[in-house]
């Protein structure tokens, strides 16, 4: 079993930065690699970034690429989710995720994930 916590979000003006982290308990966090999804209201979850269970690799949707970045630190089984130059359209619930299978390559779909937080709320005014 998995835990996860996810933390860090709030309300921000456009252009503005948040940083969002997730906290891990329960397995061996850095066997796993590790993915950010969002969900706007009305809208089905999405894939937003993701990190290799090493560190090495990233994973970015188009539409995130450019202005968020994604980081790990296997020592505090935290995986981070910084954003910056935040949009309106950014508004969503975030929520990382841990796949199934260790050591594996980053997943974009919701499928290839088991275990999941809570979510924290990101609201980006104009």
């Known amino acids: 079993q998995v835990q996860l916590v996810e933390s860090g979000g709030g309300s921000v003006q456009a252009g503005g930065s948040l940083r969002l982290s997730c906290a891990a308990s329960g397995r061996t966090f850095n066997v796993y690699s590790m993915g950010w999804f969002r969900q706007a209201r009305g809208k089905e979850r999405e894939f937003v970034a993701g990190?290799?269970?090493?560190?090495?690799?990233?994973l970015f949707a188009d539409s995130v690429k450019g202005r968020f970045t994604i980081s790990r630190d296997n020592a505090k089984n935290t995986v981070y989710l910084q954003m910056d130059s935040l949009k309106p359209e950014d508004t969503a619930d975030y929520y990382c995720?841990?796949?199934?299978?260790?050591?594996?390559?980053?997943?974009?779909?919701?499928?290839?994930?088991?275990?999941w937080g809570q979510g924290t709320l990101v609201t980006v005014s104009s």
């Open positions: 990190i290799s269970w090493n560190g090495i690799s990233t």
């Open positions: 995720a841990v796949p199934w299978a260790s050591y594996s390559a980053i997943y974009s779909r919701e499928s290839d994930y088991r275990y």
